[in-house]
């Protein structure tokens, strides 16, 4: 399974960007998708989840901000960001639960990361 990022880069506060992920490979079913970063010299946080059937969990440091969503039919997961901080600035990986066959447990993958940098 390969999971490919794209959409960070260089935008002022206030702004906005938008993150997609694209999972391919030995897909059969995607449970939990989701959305962490890390920031330098800071440990990898959680910042958005999204279930199959759509459920989605946010950081309170993104609440009101932030969208997750998904294409299930795509193996997509997006993370829409809006009003943008300096302190949002970090590497950003999207994350999956992928089942590979029928009946089998879902398996963790991490997607290698796109850079998201505001300016103040």
């Known amino acids: 399974v390969q999971l490919q990022a794209s959409g960070g880069g260089l935008v002022q506060a206030g702004g906005s960007l938008r993150l997609s992920c694209a999972a391919s490979?030995?897909?059969?079913?995607?449970?939990?998708m989701g959305w962490y970063r890390q920031a330098p010299g800071k440990q990898r946080e959680l910042v958005a989840t999204?279930?199959?059937?759509?459920?989605?969990n946010y950081a309170d440091s993104v609440k009101g901000r932030f969208i997750i969503s998904r294409d299930n039919a795509k193996n997509m997961v997006y993370l829409q960001m809006n009003s943008l901080k300096p302190e949002d600035a970090a590497v950003y990986y999207c994350?999956?639960?992928?089942?590979?066959?029928?009946?089998?447990?879902?398996?963790?993958?991490w997607g290698e990361g796109t850079l998201v940098t505001v300016s103040s």
């Open positions: 994350n999956v639960y992928v089942r590979i066959l029928p009946g089998y447990n879902p398996v963790n993958y």
């Open positions: 490979g030995s897909v059969y079913s995607i449970d939990s």
């Open positions: 999204v279930t199959k059937g759509g459920s989605t």
